[in-house]
Every structure is written in structure tokens, then in C-alpha cells.
């Protein structure tokens, strides 16, 4: 498969590091809320789909990418630059604490496939 092929089909996520984070607890929290209703006695088809509603906020937590946002073209987070970048959750999270990871290709944001640029700090 060439490079250009690649590029083309490889995913790019669409949610930044806040909005994985309010996404993890809204999820947990359903998950949460469900299992111990159902636990509780509470009406067992009411607690299943709250479970099941909780499913949609964790699995765009972990992929870092929202199906909904790319129909609307959205996304939380930038695909350059400084700040808030697009990327998986390690790289995101390396970039918020400042190290500013820079990928090695366009489509590759995660802490595997970037490098770092020596700073004043590290070269001391």
C-alpha cells in the first residue's frame, strides 16, 4: 500500500483531551447508575438501557473519535498548531502537560509515531 493510500484511510480523531475526559465520567456515571439500579431491584429494562446508553459516551472516549461530529464536520480539538491537538489519548494528554509532541507523519498523531524538539530546559 503506498504512502498517499494510507494517508487517505487512516483515522483521524475528532475529540480533544476535555472532551474525553467530561465524556469518561458522563459514561461511567450511566454505567454507574445503571448497575446499581438493576442491583437495587430497580426496573431491569430501564437500567439495561441506561448501561447500554453509556456504551456511546466510553467507546468515543477510547477510539478519540466521534461519528456524529465527523457527519457535522466537527471536531473539539486542532489537527495543528499549538494547544489543544488532535491525537491519541497519550499524545494529547503529553501535549497538554506542555512537551508539545510533533508526529513523524500527517496522519500518525499518537505518542508512538512523534518526536520531540530539544527545548532550552532539556538541552541543559
Not at 498517499?4 to 465520567?25: C, H, S
Request: glycine share 12%; with cysteine.
Amino acid at each position: 500500500m503506498n504512502t498517499q493510500t494510507t494517508e487517505k484511510i487512516a483515522p483521524v480523531q475528532n475529540i480533544g483531551l476535555t472532551d474525553r475526559i467530561v465524556r469518561f465520567f458522563i459514561g461511567g456515571a450511566l454505567l454507574a447508575v445503571g448497575g446499581l439500579w438493576s442491583v437495587e431491584g430497580g426496573a431491569l429494562p430501564y437500567s439495561v438501557a441506561i448501561v447500554l446508553l453509556s456504551i456511546y459516551p466510553l467507546m468515543t472516549t477510547m477510539m478519540g473519535w466521534d461519528p456524529v461530529y465527523q457527519m457535522m464536520g466537527a471536531r473539539s480539538c486542532r489537527v495543528e498548531g499549538d494547544g489543544n491537538i488532535c491525537g491519541t489519548f497519550p499524545f494529547e494528554v503529553d501535549n497538554a502537560l506542555g512537551n508539545r509532541p510533533i508526529p513523524n507523519k500527517s496522519y500518525d498523531h499518537s505518542l508512538s509515531g512523534s518526536r520531540h524538539e530539544k527545548t532550552h530546559h532539556q538541552a541543559a
